[in-house]
């Protein structure tokens, strides 16, 4: 099968990687002939899982994220390393800029990546946004609501929830309504709500944010390249994804974009915003966004996770948007079909409101989810998870993002779905 040769490629490419650091190699000598060293001087020995190789096992990551990363994207973040501000990194920083922008679909200035995780760029968006005391409005129907709600608490803003069961979606008239009641500064809405499996409307919503003079915020972590989002023409003021999911790119980078409204309210506080490393007028800088002759040293930049980032940016454009919209929407219908013909419920019942990258699967009556879920992994390699947060217990998720995405995939986690019924049959009962 193509999918398992470039699987067996990614796991070449890891080895050579591999075989190229000297100490992994060393590593690997017999663990006896290596503890017999010299007396030393420190108290501690160098602990014993130290002195054996590293064991990362190839999986099928059919999960919510990550997914698996292609050889590509791999022999990229593979390269060998230059200085976080040497010229040619400039070079690269400027590259990933460009393609951000394609992917999000913005002539935004101030767009960059963060060195982070997804939750580096929810941060922030809500740290150099808003000021303590100010009110914010974060639409909750799903894990990512309630985070950000969180970090928004934390940093001393008052939030306002509005919240549906997982799955849950809200129409415009019930945003504005609150949005008028609160006045708050920011709206934050989950494009890709991966925990609950929906994709949830935009259009229309960052009209009323500007008509109450509040900044509109979305996340497209699970969503960016399986579900079409233009920032610009909908008016989104701030938007963010992470590196893992359709990008296909290593965890640990995260885009994020500011419109000119957003660039206004984050570069006219009356206080500096609580992190440094995440402050926006350094970062501006280090990615050549301020308009200042020179970047200043503010931190160092995560060099291979910029290269594997640029790259994945680079499919994506190779690529196209529509056509990555497409295939994603495809693959998800085939899937769809697929798990219906073995009697699974769909938990998101609108199908135009499903999520093409994530799809949820109502637990099945009668079944214990871990059981299912353990049984896949134990007997085909393959990931796939059962809920987060508010969803825990009541679905089980498939993720078929950017790489991944191919109806063989979608056969192979059929297949181990079938197998896991028909073996882990009723156990609960
Ligand atoms: N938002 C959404 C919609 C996500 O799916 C995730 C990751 N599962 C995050 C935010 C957080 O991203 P990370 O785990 O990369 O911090």
Redesign the pocket.
Known sequence: MMQRALFRRIAQVAQQTAALDGSVVARSAPLVQRQERPMSSVTIPPPACMLRPLEAPLRYLFG??PSNVPPRILAAGGRPIIGHLHPEMYEIMNDIKKGIQYAFQTENNMTIAMSG????A?ECAVFNTVEPGENVVIAINGI?GE?VAEIAERMGANVHRMVKSPGGYFSNKEIEQVIEKHKPVLFFL?H????AGLCHPVDGIGDICRKHDCLFLV?T???LGAAPIFMDQQNIDILYT?S??ALNAP?GT?PISFNERACQKMFNRKNKPVSYLFDMTHLSNYWGCDEKPARVYHHTGPVSGFFALRESLAILAERGLEASWKKHKEVAAYLYRGLEDLGLKLFIPDRDLRLPSVTTIAIPEGYDWRELLMYIMKNHQIEMTGG?GPSIGMVMRIGLMGYNCEKHNADMALHALADALKNCKKSKA
């Open positions: 919510p994220g995780s997804g939750h580096a929810m990512w985070r989950t890709g709500e991966s925990s996340d972590v699970a969503s992470g893992q999911k965890p995260a987060l």
